[in-house]
């Protein structure tokens, strides 16, 4: 039971890494069964907990909306699409607010997420076509 079980880990976990994206948990089962036909979502939505809880992927949690995970583990800024619901990275420098809040008397800032949204440039292309 216990390889089964980490097989399984290992198989989500490289299908994250494979996709290189910020991906939903269908999206990790749609890779998954492609070689492995037998994993059940359930099976997917338990390992990328496990697999977020140890650190190797980072989970995203969107608000209203279903979580992200991403393979990226360095501390960074995502914007999403509020039309298509894409998430992207953005390669900005840390904000003065993160310096702010780190400055707070008491507080020891241990991480953040930050999530921004807006339109990305394809729907932005899209409405001005129609």
Same mark, same amino acid.
């Given at each position: 039971?216990? /390889? /089964? ?6 198989l989500?976990? #490289?299908?994250? &890494?494979?996709?290189?994206?910020? !991906? ?21 939505? /338990? ?22 995970f ?24 840390? &904000? ?6 780190? #400055? &707070?008397?008491?507080?020891?800032? !241990?991480?953040?997420?930050? &999530? ?11 409405? #001005?076509?129609?």
């Open positions: 039971m216990e /390889r /089964r079980y980490s097989q399984q880990k290992e989500v976990l #490289n299908a994250v &890494l494979d996709l290189k994206g910020h !991906v939903s948990a269908k999206q990790v089962h749609d890779e998954v069964i492609k070689t492995n036909p037998n994993v059940s979502l359930g099976t997917v939505y /338990r390992n990328l907990s496990i697999l977020s809880d140890e650190g190797k992927i980072k989970k995203i949690e969107i608000p209203n909306g279903s979580d992200f991403d393979f990226r583990l360095d501390d960074h800024y995502h914007i999403q699409c509020t039309k298509c619901k894409e998430l992207h990275d953005l390669e900005i420098e840390d &904000l003065d607010l993160l310096k702010k809040v780190s #400055n &707070l008397e008491g507080f020891k800032v !241990v991480g953040y997420d930050i &999530l921004f949204k807006g339109i990305c440039p394809k729907c932005l292309a899209a409405a #001005n076509h129609h």
